[in-house]
Each structure stands twice: as structure tokens, then as C-alpha cells.
């Protein structure tokens, strides 16, 4: 089975750090993605990323990058954190779309 | 533009009744259709996709969907509802437009799905 890892499962930051969310997949999936999800929003997408160093801006970028420097990882970083960047935020990966896309368990992330 | 609309915030079933979970679309193209399902505090698992080919989709955990192009519906069913069934349910579906050649799922808001002993 494919496995997408995510670094921490709950995190708690301080206003103003700087901070990085990790993503592992091992089964050399070309896609990968990060969303965030907010209770009546949905999933909302940040960023996504079809090859090493490509990044695509998603829906919501504000406030957040990512990096790719190798195939199996995708990190997402929160320059400044905010308050407002209290969420669930979870990684996918994916072979191709026709293949639907697997989960990580999802880092809750509070900022204080 | 591509969307996908889960018209039920919450659904209530008694545990052993037929549960639907709705879900609708609008895209180009054929679609690909997807379902996951998210316990609490866990990322989304797959539970059963359309690409082509028979209407009918049978997936995980008893789940079963139907492509219904005409009423451009997708909704999730199962015959007897198990409590363990409560949980977070998405609707997806490939938008052609949006994230280069494959196109990326477009999420549903999510149905929250409540089953009662």
C-alpha cells in the first residue's frame, strides 16, 4: 500500500515562527499536494507539485510555500505562522488522477 | 466553471436503514467521480471511483455509487448502516481545466454522515 507520511500529527507554534510541515509518499508518485481543511470550508488547496522543483500555486497560497527538492518529499512552509493559519492541513500524493489521490493522516496545526 | 456539490451538510440514519450521501457536478468532459471517507482526526481514505464503464461502482466497506449522467449525480449508498459508518464523507471530481494536463479533484464541502444505534 502507498504510504503518505506526515511529520508531526499535532503541532502547536508560536505567532511569527516560521514553519515546516513535511510530507513523505514512497511509492514514486509524481504529484503531490497540500491542503488545508477548515470546518464548512472544505478542503481548500495550497500548493501542488506535478515533478521535483515544480510548484503550482493552489487556491489559497497566501502566506505559505513549499519546496520539492526530491521526488518523495513535499514541504510546506509557513513564512510568518498566524492565527489565521489554525487548520488541519493534509499532504496527498498521486500517480495520475484517473488513480485518485492518497492521504496523509493530516498535522493539526494551532498557532498561538 | 468545474464544481462538485455535496447539498447535505449532515445526514442521520438509523443503523440497519438504507443511508444515501448525495453529490452533484458540473464539469467538461467525461468525469472521473470520486468518494473518500475521514474519521476524525485522520486523512481522507478512498472508498470508490467512476471513470467509465458501469454505472454502478462498488467500493469499500459495503459502499456502492451510481453515475447518473443525466441528473449529473453521484451518490454514495449503502444497503444497512453500521454505526462505524459515521464519519466525514467527500464527493471529487476531475476538473480538466485546472492543474496541467491530468487536471486536478475539485472537494466537495463534505457530508457529515450520523449513525444511531
Known amino acids: 500500500d502507498v504510504k503518505v507520511t506526515q511529520s508531526s500529527r499535532y503541532l502547536v507554534k508560536r505567532t511569527g515562527e516560521k514553519v515546516f510541515l513535511e510530507c513523505v509518499q514512497d511509492?514514486?508518485?509524481?504529484?503531490m499536494f497540500w491542503y488545508r481543511q477548515d470546518p464548512g470550508l472544505g478542503l481548500r488547496l495550497i500548493y501542488f507539485?506535478?515533478?521535483?522543483?515544480?510548484?503550482e500555486k493552489g487556491d489559497i497560497p497566501e502566506g505559505y510555500s513549499v519546496s520539492r527538492e526530491k521526488k518523495e518529499r513535499f514541504s510546506l512552509i509557513l513564512e510568518s505562522a498566524s492565527t489565521n493559519q489554525t487548520s488541519m492541513y493534509l499532504c496527498?500524493?498521486?500517480?495520475?488522477?484517473?488513480?485518485?489521490?492518497?492521504f496523509g493522516s493530516g498535522t493539526r496545526l494551532t498557532v498561538v | 466553471a468545474q464544481s462538485v456539490a455535496q447539498p447535505e451538510d449532515q445526514v442521520n440514519v438509523a443503523e440497519g436503514n438504507p443511508l444515501t450521501v448525495k453529490c452533484t457536478y458540473s464539469?467538461?468532459?467525461?468525469?472521473?467521480l470520486f468518494w473518500y471517507v475521514q474519521y476524525p482526526n485522520r486523512g481522507l481514505q478512498f472508498l470508490l471511483k467512476?471513470?467509465?464503464?458501469?454505472?454502478l461502482v462498488k467500493g469499500s466497506y459495503g459502499f456502492e455509487a451510481e453515475f447518473n449522467k443525466s441528473q449529473t449525480s453521484f451518490h454514495l449508498k449503502k444497503p444497512s448502516a453500521l454505526v462505524s459508518d459515521s464519519a466525514l464523507y467527500f464527493c471529487?471530481?476531475?476538473?480538466?481545466?485546472?492543474?496541467?494536463?491530468?487536471?486536478?479533484?475539485?472537494f466537495g464541502k463534505g457530508t457529515k454522515l450520523s449513525v444511531k444505534p
Open positions: 507539485s506535478y515533478d521535483v522543483k515544480m510548484k
Open positions: 471529487a471530481v476531475r476538473d480538466p481545466n485546472y492543474g496541467g494536463s491530468q487536471g486536478n479533484l475539485i
Open positions: 511509492m514514486d508518485h509524481e504529484n
Open positions: 467512476y471513470i467509465t464503464g458501469d454505472n
Open positions: 496527498a500524493s498521486s500517480p495520475g488522477t484517473r488513480r485518485g489521490y492518497t
Open positions: 464539469v467538461s468532459g467525461n468525469p472521473y
